[in-house]
C-alpha cells in the first residue's frame, strides 16, 4: 500500500520554463514533507520541505506548494535548467509517530530539454 | 568532505557469500539509517539507529544485520546472500530521531550472481 503516490513517472521540459512535480499521500498524520532530488550513481539530496501547518514554502527557483484537504502536494521549479534534470522524491514523515521513518515516493524523472 | 560516506561503492559476489557493508557520517548527527532501492526504484527504510541504539526495524530477514560501534559508523552486515538481495543499499543520518532532513550517502550496488 503506498502511501506517496508520484503518479507520473516522467516529465520533460523546456529549458526556461516551469516544472511542475506532483506528489499524493493518504496518511493524514503525515506532518513534514520533503523533495529530494537524485542523479544516476548518486544519493538523494535534501531540495526543499514544508511543514504541515504551512502551505507554500518558496527557496530561489524552488517552491513547494501543500493541499492538505487534497492530500497534495506539488514542486514548481521557475525557470527550469538543464542541470535540473534528475529524478525527484517526495517524502513525507509523521515525525515522532514513525521515529524519523521518511515513506518516499517512487519518484518523476525530469529532463530539462535546452 | 563527504558528509556521509559507503564503502563499497560496488559489490558483486555469489550467492550464499557473507559481505558487509560500511557508513560513516562526520556530521555529528544522532541518528542513522538503511535503507534498500530495489529495482521498482523504491526507497525503503531497512534499519535506523539512534545514538546506537536500534530503532526501526522493518520487516527484513535477519540474515541483515546493522551492527553501530558508534553513532559516526552504522555498519550492515549480509549473511548467505541470495539474488534478491540485488539492489542499491543507502546509507543515511539525521540530526535527531524527528529525521526529517536525512543525508545520504551515494549508494552500494550489490549485484548478486
Known amino acids: 500500500d503506498q502511501q506517496v503516490k508520484q503518479n507520473s513517472p516522467s516529465l520533460s521540459v523546456q529549458e526556461g520554463r516551469i516544472s511542475i512535480l506532483n506528489c499524493d499521500y493518504t496518511?493524514?498524520?503525515?506532518?513534514?514533507f520533503l523533495w529530494y532530488k537524485k542523479y544516476p550513481a548518486e544519493g538523494p539530496t535534501f531540495l526543499i520541505s514544508?511543514?504541515?501547518?504551512?502551505d507554500k514554502n518558496e527557496d530561489g527557483r524552488f517552491t513547494v506548494f501543500l493541499n492538505k484537504s487534497a492530500k497534495h502536494l506539488s514542486l514548481h521549479i521557475v525557470p527550469s535548467q538543464p542541470g535540473d534534470s534528475a529524478v525527484y522524491f517526495c517524502?513525507?514523515?509523521?515525525?515522532?509517530?514513525?521515529?524519523?521513518?521518511?515513506?518516499f515516493g517512487k519518484g518523476t524523472k525530469l529532463s530539462v530539454k535546452p | 568532505d563527504t558528509a556521509v560516506s559507503q564503502t563499497p561503492k560496488y559489490l558483486v559476489t555469489q550467492m550464499g557469500n557473507d559481505k558487509s557493508i560500511k557508513c560513516e557520517q562526520n556530521?555529528?548527527?544522532?541518528?542513522m539509517y538503511w535503507y534498500k532501492q530495489d529495482s521498482k526504484k523504491f526507497l525503503k527504510i531497512m534499519f535506523s539507529?539512534?545514538?546506537?541504539?536500534?530503532?526501526i526495524n522493518e520487516t527484513v530477514p535477519n540474515r541483515f544485520s546493522p551492527k553501530s560501534p558508534d553513532k559516526a559508523h552504522l555498519n550492515l552486515h549480509i549473511n548467505s546472500l541470495e539474488l534478491g538481495d540485488s539492489a542499491v543499499y543507502f546509507c543515511?543520518?539525521?540530526?535527531?530521531?524527528?529525521?526529517?532532513?536525512?543525508?545520504f550517502g551515494p549508494g552500494t550496488r550489490l549485484t548478486v550472481t
Open positions: 496518511n493524514s498524520m503525515f506532518d513534514y
Open positions: 539507529y539512534n545514538n546506537k541504539e536500534l530503532i
Open positions: 514544508i511543514s504541515s501547518i504551512k
Open positions: 543515511a543520518s539525521s540530526q535527531d530521531l524527528r529525521g526529517y532532513e536525512q543525508y
Open positions: 556530521l555529528g548527527h544522532d541518528t
Open positions: 517524502a513525507a514523515s509523521d515525525g515522532g509517530g514513525s521515529q524519523g521513518n521518511l515513506i
